[in-house]
């Protein structure tokens, strides 16, 4: 999941057919998301969020509120490419089950690229209805970005969604 991207596909939009989006990611998850990109260098690495899809007025349709992040480890152990392994896979999904939960959305990292979806990621793309987050590093600089996936007749591209970094309620 090397990234060389091709911004003419990205348009900074949060509408997807319509409907206007976001993700909710509190802090200390984001926090130990990073913790563990760093824990897993060189390679890429990725998981699950886990959590709730809230769906309601405007201006916001649809939120999807991160509750926790699930690790998956990456099987290619590849700083360019990420493939989650399947029985962790399967745990995450049962896990979100137990607490009425589900996959809100995946995470990978890109160890020496930016955040941005490369052609490869667009290519490999299996879900169309979930929130993608990707982990750039550039310059030892951290970047976390937001996108959908959309497959039409034109092609394969994406569209960045607003990522929240909220603080935990209560
Ligand atoms: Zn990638």
Known sequence: MESKSDRSDECGSSMIDGHILQLILPNAIRLSLLDYMREVLPYEGGGVLLGKV??????????FCAHRF????NILYSSTRFLADPKQTVAAVLCSRQEGETIIATVHSHPNADAFPSPRDLQEAFDYAIPHLIV????????????????NPLGLSFRAIPLV??????
């Open 70 to 73: 699930f690790a998956l480890s």
């Open 136 to 151: 750039g590093t550039v310059n030892s600089k951290i970047t976390t970005n937001a996108f959908f996936y959309i497959k």
């Open 165 to 170: 970094f909220s603080n935990p309620i209560g």
């Open 54 to 63: 809230h769906r309601g007025g405007p201006p916001v349709d649809t939120t």
